[in-house]
Protein backbone atom coordinates (compact mmCIF):
# COMPACT_ATOMS: atom_id res chain seq x y z
CA UNK A 1 0.00 0.00 0.00
CA UNK A 2 1.22 3.46 -0.92
CA UNK A 3 0.27 6.90 -0.12
CA UNK A 4 -2.30 8.27 -2.81
CA UNK A 5 -3.91 11.59 -3.22
CA UNK A 6 -6.73 13.80 -5.25
CA UNK A 7 -6.71 17.64 -5.52
CA UNK A 8 -8.59 17.52 -2.03
CA UNK A 9 -7.30 15.34 0.03
CA UNK A 10 -4.43 12.67 0.93
CA UNK A 11 -5.04 8.90 1.28
CA UNK A 12 -2.67 8.07 3.65
CA UNK A 13 -1.92 4.58 4.77
CA UNK A 14 -4.29 3.14 8.05
CA UNK A 15 -1.72 3.77 11.32
CA UNK A 16 -2.13 3.54 14.55
CA UNK A 17 -2.97 7.10 14.81
CA UNK A 18 -6.37 6.28 13.25
CA UNK A 19 -7.92 4.88 16.22
CA UNK A 20 -9.59 7.02 17.55
CA UNK A 21 -11.20 8.38 13.91
CA UNK A 22 -12.05 4.66 13.35
CA UNK A 23 -13.73 3.97 16.38
CA UNK A 24 -15.57 7.20 16.11
CA UNK A 25 -16.98 6.41 12.55
CA UNK A 26 -17.78 3.16 13.13
CA UNK A 27 -19.68 3.67 16.44
CA UNK A 28 -22.14 6.66 15.07
CA UNK A 29 -25.64 5.32 14.49
CA UNK A 30 -25.87 8.23 11.96
CA UNK A 31 -23.04 7.19 10.12
CA UNK A 32 -23.60 3.47 10.14
CA UNK A 33 -27.24 3.67 9.27
CA UNK A 34 -27.41 2.71 6.13
CA UNK A 35 -24.44 0.31 6.27
CA UNK A 36 -24.84 -2.00 9.58
CA UNK A 37 -25.47 -1.64 13.08
CA UNK A 38 -22.97 0.45 14.94
CA UNK A 39 -20.23 -1.01 16.75
CA UNK A 40 -19.78 -0.71 20.54
CA UNK A 41 -16.64 1.03 21.52
CA UNK A 42 -15.01 -2.63 22.14
CA UNK A 43 -15.70 -4.06 19.21
CA UNK A 44 -14.66 -0.97 17.04
CA UNK A 45 -11.07 -0.71 18.85
CA UNK A 46 -10.87 -4.73 17.79
CA UNK A 47 -11.66 -4.27 14.43
CA UNK A 48 -9.34 -1.42 14.24
CA UNK A 49 -6.74 -3.65 15.22
CA UNK A 50 -7.60 -6.70 12.86
CA UNK A 51 -7.84 -4.05 9.90
CA UNK A 52 -4.35 -2.70 10.92
CA UNK A 53 -2.71 -5.83 11.42
CA UNK A 54 -4.37 -7.50 7.76
CA UNK A 55 -3.19 -4.21 6.08
CA UNK A 56 0.30 -5.24 7.05
CA UNK A 57 0.23 -8.50 5.15
CA UNK A 58 2.26 -9.13 2.24
CA UNK A 59 -0.88 -10.05 0.19
CA UNK A 60 -3.34 -8.06 2.21
CA UNK A 61 -6.72 -9.33 1.95
CA UNK A 62 -7.81 -5.40 3.66
CA UNK A 63 -6.40 -2.51 2.27
CA UNK A 64 -7.40 0.73 3.94
CA UNK A 65 -6.13 4.72 4.26
CA UNK A 66 -7.40 7.54 6.70
CA UNK A 67 -8.69 10.50 4.08
CA UNK A 68 -7.25 13.71 5.25
CA UNK A 69 -8.08 16.78 3.62
CA UNK A 70 -5.28 18.73 2.43
CA UNK A 71 -6.27 22.16 3.34
CA UNK A 72 -6.32 21.63 6.73
CA UNK A 73 -5.19 18.66 7.57
CA UNK A 74 -8.15 17.31 9.00
CA UNK A 75 -8.74 13.52 9.55
CA UNK A 76 -12.18 13.21 7.07
CA UNK A 77 -13.14 9.40 7.02
CA UNK A 78 -11.39 6.22 6.03
CA UNK A 79 -11.74 3.74 2.70
CA UNK A 80 -10.17 0.90 1.41
CA UNK A 81 -11.21 -2.41 -0.45
CA UNK A 82 -12.19 -5.49 1.81
CA UNK A 83 -11.90 -9.34 1.36
CA UNK A 84 -9.37 -8.76 -1.57
CA UNK A 85 -9.22 -11.66 -3.63
CA UNK A 86 -5.75 -11.54 -6.33
CA UNK A 87 -6.31 -11.21 -9.05
CA UNK A 88 -9.89 -11.26 -9.14
CA UNK A 89 -11.83 -8.81 -7.16
CA UNK A 90 -12.47 -6.47 -3.71
CA UNK A 91 -15.04 -4.88 -2.21
CA UNK A 92 -14.77 -0.95 -2.12
CA UNK A 93 -16.43 0.79 1.40
CA UNK A 94 -15.76 4.38 2.59
CA UNK A 95 -17.03 6.39 5.55
CA UNK A 96 -16.85 10.40 6.20
CA UNK A 97 -17.33 11.99 8.78
CA UNK A 98 -20.79 13.76 8.66
CA UNK A 99 -19.23 17.48 7.95
CA UNK A 100 -16.98 15.60 5.04
CA UNK A 101 -20.08 14.87 3.15
CA UNK A 102 -21.75 17.08 0.02
CA UNK A 103 -17.94 17.95 -0.72
CA UNK A 104 -17.26 15.92 -3.92
CA UNK A 105 -14.57 13.41 -1.97
CA UNK A 106 -16.06 10.27 -2.20
CA UNK A 107 -16.05 10.69 -5.70
CA UNK A 108 -12.75 11.87 -6.02
CA UNK A 109 -11.23 9.52 -3.93
CA UNK A 110 -13.32 6.53 -5.06
CA UNK A 111 -11.71 7.36 -8.34
CA UNK A 112 -8.32 7.59 -7.50
CA UNK A 113 -8.53 3.96 -5.71
CA UNK A 114 -10.45 2.11 -8.28
CA UNK A 115 -7.88 3.00 -10.56
CA UNK A 116 -5.05 2.21 -8.42
CA UNK A 117 -6.62 -1.46 -7.52
CA UNK A 118 -7.40 -1.83 -11.35
CA UNK A 119 -3.80 -0.58 -12.71
CA UNK A 120 -1.04 -0.90 -10.00
CA UNK A 121 -2.55 -3.67 -7.83
CA UNK A 122 -3.48 -6.07 -10.88
CA UNK A 123 -7.59 -6.68 -10.05
CA UNK A 124 -10.00 -7.28 -12.40
CA UNK A 125 -12.64 -5.60 -11.05
CA UNK A 126 -14.51 -3.89 -7.49
CA UNK A 127 -17.57 -4.58 -6.18
CA UNK A 128 -19.45 -1.97 -3.74
CA UNK A 129 -22.81 -2.75 -2.24
CA UNK A 130 -24.93 -0.37 -0.49
CA UNK A 131 -29.14 -0.54 0.80
CA UNK A 132 -31.79 -0.44 -1.46
CA UNK A 133 -33.04 2.64 -0.62
CA UNK A 134 -30.03 4.80 -0.60
CA UNK A 135 -30.11 6.95 -3.44
CA UNK A 136 -27.05 8.69 -2.87
CA UNK A 137 -24.32 5.83 -3.07
CA UNK A 138 -26.40 4.60 -6.21
CA UNK A 139 -25.32 8.14 -8.16
CA UNK A 140 -21.82 8.31 -6.63
CA UNK A 141 -21.19 4.92 -7.50
CA UNK A 142 -23.17 5.41 -11.09
CA UNK A 143 -20.49 8.76 -11.63
CA UNK A 144 -17.45 6.70 -10.89
CA UNK A 145 -18.11 3.98 -13.90
CA UNK A 146 -19.81 1.31 -11.49
CA UNK A 147 -22.15 -0.84 -14.03
CA UNK A 148 -25.77 -0.62 -12.69
CA UNK A 149 -26.55 -2.12 -9.25
CA UNK A 150 -28.09 -5.15 -9.25
CA UNK A 151 -30.21 -7.08 -6.12
CA UNK A 152 -27.51 -9.04 -3.66
CA UNK A 153 -27.72 -12.71 -4.11
CA UNK A 154 -27.73 -13.16 -0.46
CA UNK A 155 -28.74 -9.84 1.61
CA UNK A 156 -32.21 -8.60 1.33
CA UNK A 157 -32.84 -4.79 0.59
CA UNK A 158 -29.16 -4.82 -0.74
CA UNK A 159 -27.63 -4.17 -4.08
CA UNK A 160 -24.58 -4.71 -5.37
CA UNK A 161 -22.43 -3.29 -8.66
CA UNK A 162 -18.96 -3.60 -10.88
CA UNK A 163 -16.04 -1.76 -12.34
CA UNK A 164 -14.14 -3.15 -14.59
CA UNK A 165 -12.19 -0.19 -16.07
CA UNK A 166 -10.49 2.67 -14.33
CA UNK A 167 -12.50 5.61 -15.23
CA UNK A 168 -9.06 7.32 -14.76
CA UNK A 169 -7.00 7.91 -18.02
Known sequence: ??????SKVWLVPLSEMDKDLF???YTSERLMSKIA?????????SAFQKTLAATQEAHPKIMSWAIRGKICDTAMGIVGFSDITYPEQADLGIIL???A???GVVVDVGDVL???ALKQVGLHRIRAEHHIDNKITQRILRQMGFNPPQPHKCKVDTLECYLTEPKLG
Open 101 to 103: HGK
Open 97 to 99: RRE
Open 114 to 116: CDY
Open 23 to 25: VEL
Open 1 to 6: MIPLQT
Open 37 to 45: APFSVTRAQ
